[in-house]
């Protein structure tokens, strides 16, 4: 008998390296593909998220608008020397729209550039609606002389009576204007009011001019819901509220028979009376915060007949509509 060992030849040892070789690209290519699974999940989780936060903020403050702590808008006295800073140069975002009460609900149908100037062309998402709401703030109520920035604007109401909006600093003159009703002041307080413009803007970090540029976000500009804010200190900011909202648009339901029903929607253009909006319908474009690797060139419908369909590089995300009906809970029949 033959004690030496046959060991593998050639062949067998190349066939047996391939085998290996096709088993470790085949695991690899699953292990990507799982991977790519894992990422697109948790993009498409962070894109409902984002979708549902940004619906929920545009849903509390359209809910509230047109609210003010009893009274009716046109109870409301504007003090004389309230002059609140509007944005630097605008023609229509002024100091005096911001203290116009009545003025509480006003869309803004997007175009090539900012159909109102509170947004620089910049700072501005092209053909995004927008939508600038007023009222006061019932979670601020107070009952005593307001603090903070003398600049805040508050209004002072009389339970049952008439109002007052005035500057915080403006203290003896709004006590005139709304007198206490016993020693205590009982039956009167004071509410922050509150003016917020929604938008989109195509970055969501600004550079240190505080535009947007192609080179923001890493070069990969987020687009970005913000909101134009009145201050406590009397002026309007900027704030980003949620990433990865893409488009914006809004109708409008006009209630024209008293029901508090809204009987037909219009796009802000064709709203002759903004008092008798009595809701709106909001539809948003979510995308997610990760390239799919895909192009996306379909085109999706929103409010007020708008198709939109995404260009370039930014057909490689991918992205969904979501939309919700809100019911102005404040407005009475017109």
Not at 47 to 55: H, V
Not at 156 to 180: I, K, T
Not at 262 to 270: F, K
Request: with cysteine; charged share 20%.
């Amino acid at each position: 008998m033959n004690g030496r060992q046959r060991g593998y030849s050639l062949l067998e040892v190349l066939a047996a390296l391939s085998a290996a070789t096709l088993l470790g690209l085949a695991l690899t290519q699953l292990l990507v593909l799982e991977q790519r699974l894992w990422r697109s999940q948790q993009a498409g989780a962070r894109q409902q998220d984002n979708a549902r936060t940004a619906l929920e903020l545009l849903a509390r403050a359209i809910r509230s608008a047109d609210s003010w702590g009893g009274v009716e808008a046109g109870a409301i006295r504007v003090a004389a020397n309230l002059h609140p800073a509007g944005r630097s140069g605008a023609k229509a975002c002024t100091g005096d729209w911001i203290a116009d009460p009545l003025d509480a609900v006003h869309g803004f149908d997007g175009g090539a550039a900012p159909p109102f100037d509170c947004l620089s062309g910049s700072d501005y998402r092209r053909d995004s609606d927008m939508l600038a709401l007023k009222s006061v703030d019932a979670d601020g109520l107070s009952t005593t002389q307001p603090g903070g920035n003398a600049a805040g604007i508050w209004l002072r109401v009389a339970a049952g009576g008439g109002a007052y909006l005035f500057a915080a600093g403006d203290w003896s003159a709004a006590q005139a204007a709304v007198p206490a009703q016993n020693a205590a002041d009982h039956g009167v307080y004071q509410l922050p009011y509150r003016v917020a413009v929604y938008a989109l803007r195509p970055c969501s970090v600004q550079n240190s001019s505080g535009q947007c540029s192609s080179k923001a976000d890493g070069g990969q500009p987020i687009p970005t819901l913000v909101a134009i804010q009145l201050t406590s200190a009397g002026n309007l900011e900027e704030k980003p509220l949620v990433e990865n909202i893409e488009q914006l648009q809004f109708d409008y339901g006009l209630d024209s028979d008293g029901d508090r029903r809204p009987d037909r929607y219009l796009a802000a253009a064709a709203v002759s009376d903004w008092s008798r909006v009595c809701s709106v319908r909001v539809g948003l474009i979510a995308r997610a915060d990760w390239r799919s690797g895909s192009r996306d060139t379909r085109r999706y419908a929103l409010p007020g007949a708008y198709q939109y369909q995404a260009s370039g590089a930014e057909q490689l995300w991918s992205r969904q509509v979501y939309s919700r009906e809100l019911t102005l809970r404040s407005r009475r029949a017109p």
